[in-house]
T-cell receptor, first 113, second 113 residues
Framework: EDQVTQSPEALRLQEGESSSLNCSYT??????LFWYRQDPGKGPEFLFT???AGEEKEKERLKATLTKKESFLHITAPKPEDSATYLC??????????????FGKGTKLSVIP | DSGVTQTPKHLITATGQRVTLRCSPR?????VYWYQQSLDQGLQFLIQ???????AKGNILERFSAQQFPDLHSELNLSSLELGDSALYFC????????????FGPGTRLTVL
């Protein structure tokens, strides 16, 4: 069974204080690892897809990296508007030509001005 | 705005009742996915349809069913509702079965009293 564990569950940062969120996974036949951002009561918003170990992707203050067992979401000099829950998901083959996403429970990030 | 629309935004009903949630995918997307998000379980995959056909099933209860219509919109039917069915229900869409990214709608908040 595919498993995704995110840590920490919650993180409070001062504005400008850089940090990293962790996503460790166990999956058979990883096709891709996804990061989403979710604001309270809203749908997840796509951020990144990573496909192979060593791959990195950046968007504004966010950088995602991937190893064979885990992924990190680095947040550089965060601003209050970066406050959200960050979700990690692994995509693996589920049969009949279909790929299924398994999500972690997320890290709730709060950035204090 | 992801381009995925869901109605209604909120739904309040009583135990034992039946409700229908509606989803319209992004223009050009053939796959529709349904997810349930509750506080303790996180985001759980329920079911996927591709071009009108069921392709994958996740943790979907027998009381729940879904379908995708020729115009590609999808409906999730929840019957014999229980208090524990109260949750956010999200629809996501992607272009094809084996595509990279699922784009999520804004969700329907279901409250069962």
């Amino acid at each position: 069974e595919d498993q995704v564990t995110q840590s920490p569950e919650a993180l409070r940062l001062q504005e400008g204080e850089s940090s990293s969120l962790n996503c460790s996974y166990t999956v058979s036949g990883l096709r891709g690892l996804f990061w989403y951002r979710q604001d309270p009561g809203k749908g997840p918003e796509f951020l990144f897809t990573l496909y192979s170990a060593g791959e990195e992707k950046e968007k504004e203050r966010l950088k995602a990296t991937l190893t064979k067992k885990e992924s990190f979401l680095h947040i550089t000099a965060p601003k209050p508007e970066d406050s959200a829950t960050y979700l990690c998901a692994v995509q693996a083959y589920s049969g009949a030509g279909s790929y299924q996403l398994t999500f972690g429970k997320g890290t709730k990030l709060s950035v204090i001005p | 705005d992801s381009g995925v629309t869901q109605t209604p935004k909120h739904l309040i009903t009583a135990t034992g009742q039946r409700v229908t949630l509606r989803c319209s995918p992004r223009s050009g997307d053939l796959s529709v996915y349904w997810y349930q998000q509750s506080l303790d379980q996180g985001l759980q995959f329920l079911i996927q349809y591709y071009n009108g056909e069921e392709r994958a099933k996740g943790n979907i209860l027998e009381r729940f069913s879904a379908q995708q219509f020729p115009d590609l919109h999808s409906e999730l039917n929840l019957s014999s509702l229980e208090l524990g069915d109260s949750a956010l229900y999200f629809c996501a869409s992607s272009q094809e079965i084996a595509t990279d990214t699922q784009y999520f709608g804004p969700g329907t908040r279901l409250t069962v009293l």
